[in-house]
């Protein structure tokens, strides 16, 4: 039934129909020692597992308020102006960046989130580069952007240039429209760092999508894996998550990561800074991290876990899947973004002119 | 009669909460976007205020005066279709029966009980290559494919290919003059429906004929509604951003999607307000014309 309305909601679009939560929410800041038993959540669409709300309310009697979001631009948005009275939420790496630079996070006390042991210790989840030592924020789940295709149509594309670079399937290729990631893959399949800080390679990158485009069939807003679900093309650019949700649907239809490495993202858990409910938070994001509600989570919404303890008792068919688990080498060649800054005019601009081209 | 106005008591009550209204939601919104619009992206997409006019001269930079100047260009067709089909529509709603008139009328406004999102999302199901119109083609296709093998030339129109209808310009103007049809059909519906049809019993009277008649009289006492439907049409598909990011290809970014990418990704909401006032002193200018041209008609007629 998401296919109608649901694909405008990017990426976690797993289950269909999660309803959508208006809350009320709670202005009031009281001590923490005398804090209320409320916590309000903010987080992506279909994005948590089926009974961890129930399991937390029951385990400490704080009343969770839930509340969703479609993006990044979304959260920032909402809370560039001030804390409207959230106290958890789920930003990516890059938007993790901007909003420490900003003070719009909430440094985590490590002393009340015993958990943090369950976490993988490989560095990118355990000292990632957006957010050392994990001083504002836990992970939570991670993924790959891709090359969705269709079996019979297209062998297993092992490049981006198949998607980038080549008019063998023109007319059957459609790219994400997000500017940093299809300017980042084009960039990565140039060689370069997809968050390259160099006029010279971000235009090489642009040239390289303007010389592509009569190839390319749309920038899908969020619904590639629907564009290749009706046949309308054989090749997407796509999170992972979306494609595996409609291979389910369609043995047809697979997922592969070309060689030159690509996007690996991570959304994590933080406090934003303003929470009304600071102590609750600090629990609630001990309780993501037990690893039998980690366990629940990642087998109910089918992303990748941070949460080493409860990956190894994962089940055998989504621990071997590589498009949940992509194989290391994958991952080594694979990079996170990053907020580019004073450079971010400069993708806008080039890839203004790759759609005006 | 006591003119209401002298009654102090009763025009305060009257006029201040509209007059609240519009200062709070839309002249105080409106002017801190315009304070944006001179304001600077900070290194990390905050809006800093400042008075700079760079913002105004980056919008004039080729690419986005190419696709400014192509948004005009798409929602002038739209308009040149949707007064081409509204016209006779409006017509044909006005000069029907009464028994039936409301019933047509209520099949143009119907639409608008359904989200738009959704009407668009079914276009897609309709244009689609695996969609209805293709489906129907093929049926069609292989229904005289049958009879030519009758006939004893069984190859003679070659294999089906699906039309490519959907993910290019076509396609969003298709969804733009469906999306904005009941805007002109609705005020020319109001126009036709008050005008006087003893003019056009006249016309036809006196000997002129039925297309004499309607483009020397039907079409001019329906002016001042033509021109209200075609800006109201004009203005709704300039500022469209659903339509081309949802049925447009590669090449139908519009000036809606550039100010969308402004306030979401590229987090640079003083460009993005920039351009936001570029549209509307767009939209004012054609409002302008209107007004002036409303001015010579008074003048012609008295």
Known sequence: MNRFIGSRFPRRNFLAGAGIAAIGVSFSRKAWSEEEKKLNVYNWDTYIGETTLQTFTDKTGIEVQYDLYANNEELFAKLKAGNPGYDVIFPSDYMIETMIALNMLEPVDHAKIPNLVNINPAKPFSDPTYNPGLKYGVPYMWGTVGIGYRKSKVPEPTSWGVLLDSSEYAGRIALLADARMVMGLALKYLGYSMNSKSEAEINQARDLLIKQKPNIKAFAPDNGQDLLLSGEVDLVMEWNGDIISVEEEDDDIAYAVPKEGTNVWTDNVCIPVGAPHPENAHAFLNHLLDKDVALEIATTIHYATSNKAAQAELPAELLNDPAIYPPEEVIANSESLTDVGDFTPVYDKAWTEVQAA | ?302
């Open chain 2, 1 to 302: 009669m006591e003119d209401w106005r002298k009654n102090k008591l009763v025009f305060w009550i009257l006029y201040l909460p509209p007059t609240a209204w519009l200062v709070l939601f839309f002249t105080i919104p409106l002017a801190i976007v315009w304070v944006y619009s001179f304001g600077e992206r900070g290194p990390l997409g905050q809006t800093e205020i400042a008075i700079s006019f760079a913002n105004y001269i980056r919008s004039m930079e080729w690419t986005n005066l190419y696709i400014i100047l192509k948004s005009i260009w798409i929602a002038t067709v739209t308009t040149a279709i949707c007064l081409l089909i509204g016209f006779p529509l409006a017509m044909g709603i006005a000069f029907a029966s009464a028994r039936y008139r409301n019933v047509l009328l209520l099949l143009v406004i119907l639409p608008f009980w359904t989200n738009l999102l959704v009407r668009t999302y079914a276009w897609i199901a309709i244009l689609r290559t695996n969609g209805h119109v293709n489906w129907f083609l093929e049926w069609v296709h292989g229904l005289l494919a049958g009879v030519f093998g009758l006939l004893g030339m069984p190859d003679v129109l070659g294999t089906f290919e699906p039309l490519q209808l959907l993910y290019n310009q076509k396609a969003v103007i298709i969804g733009l003059v469906y999306v904005n049809l009941p805007f002109v059909v609705l005020p020319l519906y109001a126009t036709l429906e008050k005008l006087d049809k003893s003019f056009l019993e006249a016309s036809l009277d006196l000997g002129a004929g039925q297309w004499r008649t309607l483009f020397s009289v039907t079409a001019p006492l329906a002016w001042p509604g033509i021109v209200t439907a075609a800006m109201l049409c004009f203005i709704l598909s300039l500022g469209t951003y659903l339509t081309p990011d949802l049925l447009g290809g590669p090449d139908s970014v519009m000036i809606g999607n550039l100010i969308a990418q402004q306030f979401g990704p590229s987090r640079d909401w003083p460009f993005g307000s920039a351009l936001s006032f570029l549209l509307m002193y767009v939209t004012f200018i054609l409002l302008w014309i209107r007004a002036f041209a409303a001015r010579g008609e008074k003048g012609k007629l008295h």
